[in-house]
Every structure is written in structure tokens, then in C-alpha cells.
């Protein structure tokens, strides 16, 4: 959870995770040791009759009646299937956004009583009312539904209903569409420090590994082919390395879209009325204005497009992580044990112990990389302006970044209890991978480097001592010469903005 206090409203994320079984325990290092399942035949009755309202309320929803809409003008309304296909699963997602969009609301009611739409008494009362639906909110009394179709319509509905003309009154100079927008780019902020956050332990825990294994030979591959030697602490940070790199562009992105779009309304601005835009979007925290006010709907994908992106650049990392350890837990490979409770079985093949959670990490990359190819696709040949096709590239980024959190946290869990087998590992850097070595030892010699090359290719290689191999390499970088310090100094960069 990340908490940010602001002058009227803390900010708070909790991840919705995509995986129930990834809630961990607080501290990315502790074993997820699960419970075994008790039979308990009051549950199994509860959720028999749980599992029955549900498909009850399925079966019957086509006679369901749907909501007055807030934009509702007395006349006919569309019909419930028009309701349910255009909001489709929006409203799911908008229960993970309602606590910014309340905060967007404060600071929008605070800009109206800057303006003297609200009066004093009406302020307070609209900050009154605001805590209350909070507090409704997190004890599930209050929750956005299909016929709500956002947690716009939830919040003006419970300050009419609470608060009669100054709920009618919130909504003046704005529009669902910087509505949402401000609620989402404050989500941005938390969530994109949550897999910072995330991202940084991960690499974390690869320095730990790169600590605890200094000295051990690894075979480095080309072509998945044993080509040279390397060690684990050299493969180990290369990943932590690279996940610094991906650090950078989460910072950048995060960056990017602090930007406010309060006051643009639904595109154009908003007339009559002078909105204090720069004062709010200060309250609020965003480092500035989003101008002109037509840039906000044009932006409208690109921002997310630009989030995807540095979580599929993440994936990418995972994706090759994973793919790793899948093969050096192999019996064919068998450099890596994996904890058994980070394993599963087969239903039919007793003696099966399965890479699967690394197997999914490695796999979920792609679902990574199909939302950001909606995020890039969608928008495009739409004219200038918003368009409801844009409704679809909220739950695009928010699927992308739930996924990343989820993948990064499985992975630190298995990284913080895989080992290695030193036995195997140094096995298998066999006496070939010296033949750049041999080569060359002859170039320093002397002889020119084909001459060397060429006659290494045919030589018959002696083996060396671990030691022996680790002595020749003399660069920064190079097995023997790893500096676990020089990525930790990179991660710190960053615990200005992703510290947990």
C-alpha cells in the first residue's frame, strides 16, 4: 500500500491483484506457505448459495432494469442492453479508481469555492460528504456497479443524495472525460511506484544472489550453445542491471503523465466560469497543466500507451529471467533447485515437481505486449476530439500494470529461494569454453589474433581450476570482476519515487 499526504486527502493504492494466490505476506523475502484447504460443509452451504444468486442474477439480468444515467435529460434513456454493452467491464475498473477519483473531486470542489460557485458552508460540506463516501467505500457499502456505469455517477448520486443541492452543484465546469483522466493519472502516480518498488526489490534480490555466489562458474551460452565461462553473480546482475535500466523508463513515464487534466471539461474548456487550473493541479500534486485543453483527449492513449510500454520493457526482462531458470531446472541442465512449495505437480505423474509459476511469469509477457498493441491500434484513424473507443484504453493499462506487479513479485519470491549447484555448474564449464582463453594467451604472446583463433579452434584444451579461469579476466564487468555495489548505487537513484 502507498500513502501520500497531500493538504486535504491522503492518497491511497491497493493493487486489486490478478492473482489471488500472489497475496503475499508484508516483505517481498518471506515463503508463501499456504494452508492446506479444510473441508468445512457450513462454507461449502455458503458458497453453494453464493455461487447460485450469482448465476440467478445472470440468468435474469436481461430483465434487469438499469439506472437513471447522470446525463439524463427527462427524455427516453437507451435501452439496458445499450447500458451493459457500452459500459461493459469500465465500472470494475472504476471500483479500483474511485478513492482518486473522490480526491480529484475534493480538489475540483475547491476550485469551485475558489471561484465562489461554492460557498464556505457548501465546501465544507462537500469535504464532509466526500469522507463519508470514502469510509462507505472501504467498509462495502458503497460500490460501483454496471448500472452505475462509472464512479463518476457513484460519487455525484451519493452527494445528491447526501447533500442535495451541493451533490447537483460538484460537477459544474467538468466533464466525465478530464474526470476520469484525473482520477487515472493519479492512479498512475501509486501504481507506477508500486512496481517501481517492485522492480527494485527484484533486483535486489539478484544482487543477493550475485553476493552469495561470487566465485561460481556458470557456462555463458551463445545459440544455447556453452560458449564461455561465465559465474552466477555475472548472470545474476546482468538481470539486476537491466531492471535498473527499466527503472529509468518507469520514472520517465511517471514523469510524463503528471500532468492535470482538470479544466479541459470535454475537450475544449470550459466557459463562462475562470477555473483556477494551475491551483489545483498543485493541490492535487501534478507537477503542471495540461495545455492547450484540445492536447488532453488527443493525449488520451498515448499516456497509456506510454505506461504500457515501460511495463512490456519490463515483461521483457521477466520474460527472459524466467526463461532461464525454466532451463536450469531441468534435468537435462540441473544447475537450479527450486523451493518445493514454488513448484507444482502432475495429476497424473508423481515424481513431476513444475516450473509453472516461472513458466506463467515468462508467458504473461505476452498478454503485456497484446494490451500494449490495443493501446497502440485503437486510437489510431480516430478524428480529433474523444471518442467512446477510448473507454477501452483504461482497462488496457491497468490489466498491464497489474500484470507487471504480479509477475515481479512471483519472481522475487522465487528468487530469494532458488540455489544453485555448484557441483553441476562448474562441471559444465568443460575444457572447450577456454578456447578464447587459449587464443588469446597466444595474442598476448605475440601472435597475431587469426593465427591464434585458429589454431585454439583445434587444439585439445586442458582443463583450469575455477580460479585459474577467474584470474584471466581483469576488466570491470567480467566473471570474477563482478560489483553487486554499482547496480545497488543505480537502484538508489530511484528510492526517491519507488520506495516502499
Given at each position: 500500500?502507498?500513502?501520500?499526504?497531500?493538504?486535504v486527502?491522503?492518497?491511497?493504492?491497493?493493487?486489486?491483484?490478478?492473482f489471488p494466490?500472489?497475496?503475499?505476506?508484508?516483505?517481498?523475502?518471506?515463503?508463501?506457505?499456504?494452508?492446506?484447504?479444510t473441508?468445512?460443509?457450513q462454507?461449502?452451504?455458503?458458497?453453494a448459495?453464493r455461487t447460485?444468486a450469482?448465476?440467478?442474477?445472470?440468468?435474469?439480468?436481461h430483465?434487469?432494469r438499469m439506472s437513471?444515467p447522470?446525463w439524463?435529460?427527462?427524455t427516453?434513456?437507451?435501452?439496458?442492453w445499450?447500458t451493459?454493452?457500452?459500459v461493459?467491464d469500465?465500472?470494475?475498473?472504476?471500483?479500483?479508481?474511485?478513492?482518486?477519483?473522490?480526491q480529484?473531486?475534493?480538489?475540483?470542489?475547491?476550485?469551485?469555492?475558489?471561484?465562489?460557485?461554492?460557498?464556505?458552508?457548501?465546501?465544507?460540506?462537500?469535504?464532509?460528504?466526500l469522507?463519508?463516501?470514502?469510509?462507505?467505500f472501504?467498509?462495502?457499502?458503497?460500490?460501483?456497479?454496471?448500472?452505475?456505469?462509472?464512479?463518476?455517477?457513484?460519487?455525484?448520486?451519493?452527494?445528491?443524495?447526501?447533500?442535495?443541492?451541493?451533490g447537483?452543484?460538484?460537477?459544474t465546469?467538468?466533464?466525465?472525460?478530464d474526470?476520469?483522466l484525473?482520477?487515472l493519472?493519479?492512479y498512475?502516480?501509486?501504481?507506477?511506484?508500486?512496481?517501481?518498488?517492485?522492480?527494485a526489490?527484484?533486483?535486489?534480490?539478484?544482487c543477493?544472489?550475485a553476493?552469495?555466489?561470487?566465485?561460481?562458474?556458470?557456462?555463458?551460452?551463445?545459440?544455447?550453445?556453452?560458449?564461455?565461462?561465465?559465474?552466477v553473480?555475472?548472470w545474476?546482475?546482468?538481470?539486476a542491471d537491466?531492471?535498473?535500466?527499466?527503472l529509468q523508463?518507469?520514472?520517465?513515464?511517471r514523469?510524463?503523465?503528471?500532468?492535470s487534466?482538470?479544466?479541459?471539461?470535454?475537450?475544449?474548456?470550459v466557459?463562462?466560469?475562470?477555473?483556477?487550473?494551475?491551483?489545483?493541479?498543485?493541490?492535487?500534486?501534478?507537477?503542471?497543466?495540461?495545455?492547450?485543453?484540445t492536447?488532453?483527449?488527443?493525449?488520451?492513449?498515448?499516456?497509456?500507451?506510454?505506461?504500457?510500454h515501460?511495463c512490456?520493457?519490463?515483461?521483457?526482462?521477466?520474460?527472459?529471467?524466467a526463461?532461464d531458470?525454466v532451463?536450469?531446472?531441468?534435468?537435462?541442465?540441473?544447475?537450479v533447485e527450486?523451493?518445493l512449495?514454488?513448484?507444482?505437480?502432475?495429476s497424473i505423474?508423481p515424481q513431476?515437481?513444475?516450473?509453472?509459476?516461472?513458466e506463467?511469469?515468462?508467458?504473461y509477457y505476452?498478454?503485456?505486449?497484446?494490451?500494449?498493441?490495443s493501446?497502440?491500434?485503437?486510437?489510431?484513424?480516430?478524428?480529433?476530439?474523444?471518442?467512446?473507443d477510448?473507454?477501452l484504453?483504461?482497462?488496457a493499462?491497468?490489466?498491464s500494470?497489474?500484470?507487471?506487479?504480479?509477475?515481479?513479485?512471483s519472481?522475487?519470491?522465487?528468487?530469494?529461494?532458488?540455489s544453485?549447484?555448484?557441483?553441476?555448474?562448474?562441471?559444465?564449464c568443460?575444457p572447450?569454453l577456454l578456447a578464447?582463453y587459449r587464443?588469446l594467451?597466444?595474442?598476448d604472446e605475440?601472435?597475431p589474433?587469426?593465427?591464434?583463433y585458429?589454431?585454439?579452434?583445434?587444439?585439445?584444451?586442458k582443463a583450469l581450476s575455477p580460479?585459474?579461469?577467474?584470474?584471466a579476466?581483469?576488466?570491470?564487468g567480467s566473471?570474477?570482476?563482478?560489483?553487486?555495489?554499482a547496480?545497488?548505487?543505480?537502484?538508489?537513484?530511484?528510492?526517491?519515487w519507488?520506495?516502499?
Amino acid at each position: 500500500m502507498w500513502a501520500t499526504h497531500e493538504c486535504v486527502q491522503v492518497r491511497v493504492l491497493t493493487p486489486v491483484r490478478l492473482f489471488p494466490i500472489l497475496n503475499f505476506a508484508p516483505g517481498f523475502g518471506t515463503t508463501h506457505n499456504p494452508k492446506p484447504t479444510t473441508h468445512n460443509p457450513q462454507r461449502i452451504t455458503q458458497n453453494a448459495q453464493r455461487t447460485n444468486a450469482i448465476t440467478h442474477q445472470r440468468k435474469h439480468a436481461h430483465t434487469q432494469r438499469m439506472s437513471t444515467p447522470i446525463w439524463d435529460k427527462g427524455t427516453t434513456t437507451a435501452d439496458d442492453w445499450v447500458t451493459r454493452f457500452t459500459v461493459g467491464d469500465d465500472y470494475e475498473w472504476d471500483r479500483l479508481l474511485l478513492p482518486y477519483d473522490v480526491q480529484a473531486t475534493r480538489a475540483h470542489a475547491w476550485g469551485l469555492h475558489h471561484i465562489e460557485v461554492l460557498s464556505e458552508e457548501e465546501w465544507e460540506t462537500t469535504q464532509s460528504v466526500l469522507d463519508d463516501l470514502l469510509a462507505d467505500f472501504k467498509a462495502g457499502e458503497v460500490i460501483v456497479t454496471q448500472a452505475d456505469e462509472d464512479s463518476h455517477t457513484v460519487i455525484e448520486r451519493y452527494m445528491t443524495d447526501h447533500a442535495g443541492d451541493v451533490g447537483r452543484k460538484v460537477h459544474t465546469g467538468r466533464s466525465r472525460n478530464d474526470q476520469v483522466l484525473a482520477a487515472l493519472r493519479l492512479y498512475f502516480q501509486d501504481a507506477l511506484a508500486d512496481v517501481g518498488a517492485q522492480a527494485a526489490a527484484l533486483s535486489e534480490a539478484l544482487c543477493g544472489v550475485a553476493d552469495r555466489h561470487p566465485d561460481l562458474l556458470l557456462p555463458g551460452y551463445t545459440h544455447l550453445q556453452r560458449a564461455m565461462p561465465s559465474t552466477v553473480a555475472l548472470w545474476a546482475l546482468g538481470y539486476a542491471d537491466t531492471l535498473a535500466d527499466d527503472l529509468q523508463a518507469l520514472r520517465d513515464v511517471r514523469h510524463r503523465v503528471n500532468v492535470s487534466p482538470l479544466g479541459s471539461a470535454a475537450g475544449y474548456g470550459v466557459p463562462v466560469l475562470d477555473l483556477p487550473r494551475e491551483a489545483v493541479a498543485e493541490r492535487l500534486g501534478f507537477r503542471d497543466v495540461q495545455t492547450p485543453a484540445t492536447a488532453v483527449q488527443l493525449a488520451r492513449g498515448k499516456h497509456e500507451l506510454s505506461v504500457a510500454h515501460a511495463c512490456t520493457q519490463i515483461g521483457a526482462t521477466c520474460n527472459r529471467l524466467a526463461s532461464d531458470l525454466v532451463l536450469y531446472t531441468t534435468a537435462e541442465f540441473d544447475f537450479v533447485e527450486l523451493p518445493l512449495e514454488h513448484c507444482t505437480g502432475s495429476s497424473i505423474m508423481p515424481q513431476k515437481q513444475n516450473p509453472d509459476v516461472l513458466e506463467l511469469a515468462r508467458g504473461y509477457y505476452h498478454r503485456l505486449t497484446a494490451e500494449m498493441q490495443s493501446l497502440a491500434t485503437g486510437p489510431s484513424n480516430l478524428p480529433g476530439g474523444y471518442h467512446r473507443d477510448l473507454q477501452l484504453t483504461k482497462g488496457a493499462v491497468m490489466r498491464s500494470l497489474q500484470i507487471t506487479s504480479d509477475v515481479l513479485t512471483s519472481l522475487r519470491e522465487i528468487v530469494d529461494g532458488l540455489s544453485f549447484k555448484a557441483e553441476r555448474t562448474e562441471a559444465a564449464c568443460s575444457p572447450e569454453l577456454l578456447a578464447t582463453y587459449r587464443a588469446l594467451k597466444q595474442v598476448d604472446e605475440g601472435v597475431p589474433f587469426r593465427a591464434a583463433y585458429r589454431e585454439a579452434a583445434h587444439a585439445e584444451g586442458k582443463a583450469l581450476s575455477p580460479d585459474a579461469i577467474l584470474a584471466a579476466y581483469r576488466t570491470g564487468g567480467s566473471p570474477g570482476q563482478e560489483d553487486p555495489e554499482a547496480v545497488r548505487t543505480r537502484l538508489n537513484a530511484h528510492a526517491d519515487w519507488c520506495t516502499a
